[in-house]
C-alpha cells in the first residue's frame, strides 16, 4: 500500500530565511501525482502546489519550489523568503487512484 | 464565491446522540469528500461522492452515514456519535478525482466534541 512519510513534525524558521519540509513516500506506480496543501491556524486546507510524476521539471509557485526525486521517492517543499503568513501546517500528498496524506509538518516563523 | 461551506462549525454531543454535518459546494463539482482529521494522524477518508445520488467508503467509515441527494450537497450523519468521534471534520470537492491528480477545495471544518 502506498504511504505518506513526513518525518519532521515541527520545524522553525527565521522570518526572510529559507526552510526545507521533507516528505518521503512508497509506491509501486510510475504515473502519480504529488501535493504540498497548507492548513493555517484558520484550518482551512489550501493547495500550495502540484507535482506530475512523468514531468522531470521541478514543480514551483512563487516563493515555493519542490525538489523531485523520483528514483528516491522524496518530494520536498522549499519556502523561501519565508514569511509571518506562512506559519502553518503543510500536509504532503500523493495520488493515484486514491488520495494518501501524511502526517503533517507545523511551521513556526520566527520574527 | 462562498467555495465550499460546512455547518455547523462547532457541536458538543452527549454519547449516543446523533447529528448531521452539511458541507455544500458552489463550483459545481462531481466530486466530494469527507474527511476527519486528528491530531498526529493527517487526513482520514471518511466516505466519499463521484456524483449526485452516489456514495462510497473511504479509509475509516464505521459509525457514519452520508447521503448525496443534490450535486451541491453532501451530508455526514453519525447515528450514535461515540467519544472516539471526537474530532474536526473535513468537506472537500474536486472537479477531477483527488486520485487522479484533482485538487482538492476545503471547507473551513467542524470541530465535534462527544463527551
Redesign the interface.
Known amino acids: 500500500a502506498q504511504t505518506?512519510t513526513q518525518s519532521q513534525?515541527e520545524m522553525s524558521v527565521q522570518e526572510a530565511e529559507t526552510v526545507t519540509l521533507s516528505c518521503t513516500y512508497d509506491t509501486s506506480e510510475s504515473d502519480y501525482?504529488l501535493?504540498w496543501?497548507k492548513q493555517p491556524p484558520?484550518?482551512?486546507?489550501?493547495?500550495v502546489i502540484?507535482q506530475?510524476a512523468y514531468k522531470q521539471q521541478n514543480a514551483t509557485e512563487n516563493r515555493f519550489s519542490v525538489n523531485f526525486q523520483k528514483a528516491a521517492k522524496s518530494f520536498s517543499l522549499k519556502i523561501s523568503d519565508s514569511q509571518l503568513g506562512d506559519a502553518a501546517m503543510y500536509?504532503c500528498a500523493y495520488?493515484?487512484?486514491?488520495?494518501i496524506?501524511?502526517?503533517?509538518t507545523k511551521l513556526i516563523i520566527k520574527p | 464565491n462562498a467555495g465550499v461551506t460546512q455547518t455547523p462549525k462547532f457541536r458538543v454531543l452527549k454519547t449516543g446522540q446523533s447529528m448531521t454535518l452539511l458541507c455544500a459546494q458552489d463550483m459545481n463539482h462531481e466530486y466530494m469528500y469527507w474527511y476527519r482529521q486528528d491530531p498526529g494522524m493527517g487526513l482520514r477518508l471518511i466516505h466519499y461522492s463521484v456524483g449526485e445520488g452516489t456514495t462510497a467508503k473511504g479509509e475509516v467509515p464505521d459509525g457514519y452515514n452520508v447521503s448525496r441527494l443534490k450535486k451541491q450537497n453532501f451530508l455526514l450523519g453519525l447515528e450514535s456519535a461515540a467519544p472516539s468521534q471526537t474530532s474536526v471534520y473535513f468537506c472537500a470537492s474536486s472537479y477531477a478525482r483527488g486520485g487522479n491528480g484533482g485538487e482538492l477545495f476545503f471547507g473551513e471544518g467542524s470541530r465535534l466534541t462527544v463527551l
Not at chain 1, 484558520?42 to 493547495?47: F, V
Not at chain 1, 496524506?101 to 503533517?104: C, L, Q, R, T, V
Open positions: 505518506v513534525p501525482y501535493f496543501y484558520s484550518r482551512q486546507m489550501i493547495l502540484r506530475e500536509f495520488s493515484d487512484y486514491q488520495l496524506w501524511g502526517a503533517g
